[in-house]
């Protein structure tokens, strides 16, 4: 089996002290890089390793990178995206909690690399244990000469800094985070620009996610031909395939005998991992669908559950995309009109109301499936359903950003794969609202 | 005159923040998670007095505070706030249920605060811990792998607690 990297360390006593981090090489790869490489060598080097944002939408790293404006005067800032939110994720947590300076290590070489002086770090508020535990890292990291002015006696210096979110979904789109960051409304942007060109505070402004600093760490420790040789290479034959390379952290949850957070080459199949990680289905029940990378992404039936979890993979299926890798397994005693009315609830929670499609959409999408569920469906809430999905979201054009369509995606996945059980849904007129959901809906 | 609410220890612990940013607009969250974490709410007087401090108008401050839907403004909730997950992860492995177990023994609705102060249950969107579904954030708390007994012993203690 793959020999983990990403998650080597966290089974270790006090693995997110410095002292242990260093132990096993922490710090190597940083000194090694302000030593030796130019800026523009490390963007080269984490170019060629195609490492692919792990945060969703799944964008080459060393590309956006390389978006920012030549000989810019700066400031230049570095977000790191730790609002993680999307329901089912939970990979940045265990980083953060575990290995925070694996993360720091690569929050370090890639503002190097992007020659930004200041990195904020916006953690979501519901994870405390991950604030706590970045910020003593980022402490130890002043202390020994990592962060600060004149870093390892070079002329580069960077400041990190933790902003806490306040429990929006919404700020973990990329301009909805540097909104919030900014101490307004985390309404997104309309792009462009892009906040390459003008991003947190009208400057140029990368956003990376938690994860893909933890990789950053690694192609700097073990080479860019390293993280190129796991996962699936691009098909040559479609030119939009940027390749899947690099391990991958995969957060299994649902009815699985074990959920849990576990490492695997890009590429594996969902039934391995709910196989040979998960330990299978749980009650020996079987899996009727399955969450591929976070409800946005919709859902895999029961006959796809060999597709592999790549970039491409879910794409080919009718999924929206890998997502972030957050695999929900949902059993075959569970009703899939019940799962996409909590998808829908969700999302219609969390829509920060800018775009009306979207605002309305979230919002309709619940009612109509609050209707069915209370036994006062109709056919033809069906079509209904998804025809406003259909009008929702960046893909028709409707929306500024992409909440929409992870809104949408899981409406249309459900019907279209799914729409038999509907049908015999409405048909029966029975009422799944349990006491749980009718105290919440009056709240 | 209103009474001034933000204390010195607050104002002090605000102003640490403005070296951290180029603008005195990006401390808002900051300035409103400083008051809120000490006065379990942030009344408009706060959010006046912050304001003040960030060289913002009122109507700014409080334009971002109610984006958020996170602070409250009327009055203190709990001395403990209770996050139940309800999304999908945690919804599968009876998440709602839980919830539904612990208003009851609270004898509370979900939003509402126990008469004696001390509990505030509300329902929460994923918490990121889907490994331990079904989860519950009280405080900085994360309770994990939640049941029918854990959930309402949890209630019992939190009520039983003096004031």
């Known amino acids: 089996m793959f020999q983990p990297v990403l998650l080597a360390n966290i089974d270790k006593p006090n693995s997110y002290t410095l002292k242990v981090y260093e132990s096993t090489g922490g710090y190597s790869a940083l000194k090694k890089t302000l030593r030796e490489m130019k800026p523009v060598d490390v963007v080269e080097m984490v170019k060629s390793s195609g490492l692919r944002g792990r945060g969703g939408a799944g964008f080459p790293c060393g590309l956006k990178w390389s978006f920012l404006p030549k000989d810019h005067p700066g400031p230049i800032y570095m977000c790191i995206n730790a609002d993680e939110s999307e329901p089912g994720t939970f990979n940045n947590r265990v980083l953060m909690e575990l290995d925070p300076h694996q993360v720091i290590e690569g929050i370090i070489i890639g503002s190097y690399a992007t020659r930004a002086s200041t990195a904020y770090i916006y953690v979501r508020y519901e994870f405390p244990l991950s604030y706590e535990r970045l910020q003593a890292a980022i402490d130890e990291c002043y202390a020994a000469g990592y962060l600060g002015k004149n870093i390892l006696g070079t002329e580069f210096s960077l400041d990190v800094f933790l902003h806490r979110g306040a429990a929006a979904y919404i700020c973990g789109e990329e301009t909805g985070l540097i909104e919030s960051l900014e101490g307004k409304r985390a309404w997104p942007r309309i792009k462009p620009p892009f906040p390459a060109v003008e991003g947190a505070f009208r400057k140029p402004t990368v956003v990376n996610n938690i994860e893909t600093m933890a990789c950053v760490t690694q192609i700097a420790r073990r080479g860019a031909d390293w993280f190129k040789s796991i996962g699936v290479p691009a098909d040559p034959k479609n030119p939009r395939d940027a390749g899947s390379y690099g391990p991958k952290l995969y957060c299994l949850s649902g009815h699985v005998n074990k959920p849990g957070c576990y490492e695997a080459p890009l590429g594996i199949t969902c039934r391995q991992l709910i196989d040979e990680y998960g330990g299978g289905v749980w009650k020996g029940r079987k899996a009727k669908a399955v969450v591929p990378g976070g409800i946005s992404m919709g859902f895999l039936s029961a006959n796809e559950l060999d597709t592999t979890l790549d970039f491409e993979g879910p794409g080919k299926v009718g999924c929206l995309g890998l997502g972030t890798a957050a695999v929900v397994v949902i059993d075959d005693q569970t009703s899939m009109v019940d799962v996409l009315y909590n998808c829908c609830r969700f999302m219609s929670h969390e829509s920060c109301g800018q775009c009306t499609p979207c605002r309305e959409g979230t919002s309709w999408s619940t009612k109509i499936l609050e209707r069915i569920r209370s036994g006062r469906g109709k056919m033809e809430d069906i079509d209904l359903l998804l025809e406003v999905a259909n009008s929702m979201g960046i893909i028709p054009g409707t929306t500024i950003c992409g909440l929409s369509d992870g809104a949408a995606w899981p409406v249309k996945n459900a019907i279209n794969k799914f729409r038999p059980e509907f049908e015999e849904y409405i048909r029966s007129g029975r009422k799944s609202v349990t006491p749980a959901q009718e105290l919440m809906m009056a709240h | ?163």
């Open chain 2, 1 to 163: 005159m209103a009474e001034r609410v933000l204390t010195d220890d607050m104002v002090a612990a605000i102003k640490a923040y403005f070296p951290r940013y180029p603008t005195r607009q990006a401390v808002t969250l900051p300035a409103l998670h400083i008051v809120n974490e000490r006065l379990r709410y942030v009344p408009i007087q706060a959010v006046i007095e912050i304001a003040q401090l960030l060289e913002l108008a009122p109507a700014e401050v409080q334009d971002t505070l109610s984006f958020y839907g996170f602070f409250p403004q009327e009055k203190p909730i709990g001395k403990t706030r209770a996050w139940v997950c309800r999304s999908i992860a945690c919804a599968l492995r009876g998440g709602e249920e839980v919830l539904d177990y612990m208003c009851h023994e609270a004898g509370i609705k979900p939003g509402e605060t126990t008469a004696d102060g001390n509990l505030t249950i509300e329902f929460a969107e994923c918490l990121g811990a889907c490994d331990f579904a079904p989860c519950m954030l009280a405080g900085k708390d994360l309770h994990k792998d939640l049941t029918r007994e854990k959930a309402t012993a949890f209630v019992k203690q939190m009520t039983a607690q003096k004031g």
